[in-house]
């Protein structure tokens, strides 16, 4: 008779296992996420847990073998697919095995970061996700001071685990794409300063191919607080309404390309005929708006994967890949086209 069942109100290990037909050690080996399992005593151990409403003592696990089975991640926002998409690739991979994740939000501040970096770790986070390679000075200081697998993504950094992509070279694609179909005046919108380390390699990227040709991006034509598709909206409201409006619009993401694109309909203005917009990232519905949009396919959920994959390897003390590049694409569309006639 388990403790549950003689009135304690507790259900043990031994009653999973008397219950589902196996040993403890099975048992703690299901629980753990171990892979050694066959499936059949597997879901013996499932089925057995689910009747009896077995719960797994977190804290006497976390004593037991100093870890607390979860890994913490932080992103500037779950407010886009280009965070959520990786996160739900992420997620899927520790959970499969045994990890919980501990998600937390900067807001693209440092110093939010670095807060919720501290909580994360005083909650006894194995393993840690970030966003970038630009942090507050302290935190790398505090992540090493405990001991914590931690794997940067988004972007490269040389000297300490990451998963990124080249956004410099992916941002010179972008201009000389829209250099080739003849256009001379550009804006580009994104939604944190140029401070930020993924933004200030994309706009290195595209002032190089500009200054090749011998153009510039103008101040004016850099709007770097675009965070909504309601911002980019009113940024090009207010590009169009200068003394040089720009033919092509570079966006920072889909979403706010798909702003830039609403706002130049509402001023009457054809996509591509009159006005080229481009995207970054290749959200789902790109290739399903009104005028498909041209973009940079990043593999967003490949992205997940490898930072998952880092940590798991890491914490079982196998090989892990401490660099991984992932590949971009330029995706043409129909919202990019020739300069205007007029224009030329």
Sequence with gaps: MSEKQNGSGRVSLEDVARLSGVSTATVSRVLNGSSTVKAARREAVEKA???????????????????SMTIGAVVPTLATETFSRPLAAFQQLIHEAGYTLLL????????????????????????????????????????QQQEIAC???FSLDQEKPCVGYDSEGAAEAIANHLLALGHQRFAVIVGTPPSNDRVSERLKGTRRALEQQGLALPDSHLIDNAFSMNDARKAVFRLLDG??????????????????????????????????????????????????????????????????????????NQPAQAHTVIKTELIVRGSTGSVPRQER
């Design 104 to 143: 937390a939000n900067s807001n693209f501040d440092p110093d939010t970061e670095l807060k919720e970096v501290n909580k994360l770790i005083e909650y006894g986070i194995d393993g840690l996700m970030l966003v970038g390679h630009t942090h507050h000075p302290k935190l790398w200081e505090r992540i």
């Design 49 to 67: 847990c689910e009747e009896l409403g077995y719960v797994i003592n977190r804290a006497a696990r976390t004593l037991a073998s100093r870890r």
């Design 243 to 316: 003394p040089q409006p720009p033919t092509a619009i570079i966006c920072g993401n889909d979403l706010l390309a798909f702003g830039a694109m609403r706002a130049a309909s509402e001023r009457y203005l054809r996509i591509p005929n009159d006005i080229s917009i481009v995207g970054f990232n290749d959200y789902e519905y790109a290739e399903h708006l009104e005028h498909p949009l041209t973009t940079m396919r990043v593999d967003l959920a490949s992205i997940g994967v490898h930072a998952a994959q880092f940590l798991l390897n890491t914490l079982n």
């Design 151 to 153: 794997v940067q993504t």
